[in-house]
């Protein structure tokens, strides 16, 4: 049976983001096998050399720590100014400056959400454009992008929108099986 750890990272701050609520939907429709965990971004610092030639502070030990644990990453991003929310950059800064290099050579799934008819898309790409940096394998299909968010989730935060549902169940299977390939040393393929 697989057992697969994947690291969460929401870009949002906002109580009740609808990127954030995607993740909770995600824990609650995990394949057999994987857990998803969700990390906390709130209390990590701006990054700053000056901090950091000081040690890392607690709240970046913690989130490199949760990195260095997890197998995979699923990330869910909202779109500011065609781009990633700063907090989103912030954590993704300081985790390529810890000495474990936690996402080298791990899988990544991207998802985003968005009020706009475009769910995201822009945002998601310069994502991918940052992740290049860290020597991650991303996920290039499928493609998750939810758009008019807020008439897909329920007042309880729950995922309503069956096609979008189906959508997150096809990206954590691919997911699982890039994880359980690059696991176990097979070449992975550039097409899914």
């Known amino acids: 049976m697989m ?19 995607l993740l909770e939907q995600a824990q609650r429709q995990t394949p057999e096998g994987m857990r998803i965990e969700i990390a906390e971004l709130s209390d990590v610092p701006l990054y700053n050399s000056d901090v950091q030639a000081q040690g890392f502070p607690e709240p970046v030990r913690r989130l490199a720590a949760q990195a260095a644990q997890a197998d995979a990453f699923l990330i869910a991003t909202p779109e500011y100014n065609y781009s990633i929310p700063g907090v989103l950059k912030n954590a993704i800064d300081w985790l390529s400056r810890v000495p474990e290099a936690p996402f080298q050579g791990k ?32 996920l290039n299909k499928p493609e998750l992008f939810v758009s008019a968010a807020h ?33 176990a040393g097979e070449a992975v393929a550039v097409a899914a």
């Open 3 to 21: 057992s697969i750890r994947v690291l969460a990272i929401g870009g949002s701050l906002r109580q009740g983001s609808y990127n954030h609520l």
């Open 107 to 138: 899988p990544v799934a991207i998802a985003s959400a968005s009020m706009s008819g475009l769910g995201g898309v822009r945002a998601q790409y310069h994502l991918r454009q940052v992740l290049i940096y860290l020597d991650v394998m991303p």
């Open 151 to 183: 008439e897909k989730f329920a007042a309880d935060g729950r995922l309503t929108d069956e096609a979008t549902r189906e959508g997150l169940d096809k990206l954590l299977a691919a997911l699982a099986a890039r994880t359980l390939r690059l696991r």
